[in-house]
């Protein structure tokens, strides 16, 4: 069983900065790739950033040179730096882990709960 918890998530204004936290929790042995989606109200799910275990980073273009994604292998955490936040990145931010390898040489992928960013203008 291997659950991602996801923390950080709040209100702030357009302009400001917030940074969301995931980390992966049981029987693991590797993860390939970690990464943050949104969502936003009436709108589909959609990839932000992710990030694999050699540290090769990929980002919507939304969001290119406003927010990072970073890793930590040896705890399996994640974690998005959001800056020069916008209102229309107000949305679910969920953390998702693909090709997690367990400690039983299984693989799936998983996702978070889901952390809520609101930004005001």
């Known amino acids: 069983q291997v659950q991602l918890v996801e923390s950080g998530g709040g209100s702030v204004q357009a302009g400001g900065s917030l940074r969301l936290s995931c980390a992966a929790s049981?029987?693991?042995?590797?993860?390939?790739?970690m990464g943050w989606y949104r969502q936003a109200p009436g709108n589909q799910r959609a990839l932000v950033a992710t990030?694999?275990?050699?540290?090769?980073?990929y980002y919507a273009d939304s969001v290119k040179d406003r927010f990072a994604i970073s890793r930590n292998n040896a705890n399996n955490t994640i974690y998005l730096q959001m800056s020069s936040l916008k209102p229309e990145d107000t949305a679910i931010y969920y953390c998702?882990?693909?090709?997690?390898?367990?400690?039983?040489?299984?693989?799936?992928?998983?996702w978070g709960q889901g952390t809520q960013v609101t930004v005001s203008s």
């Open positions: 049981g029987s693991i042995f590797s993860i390939n790739t």
């Open positions: 998702s882990a693909q090709r997690i390898r367990t400690i039983a040489n299984t693989y799936f992928d998983s």
């Open positions: 990030i694999t275990s050699d540290g090769s980073t």
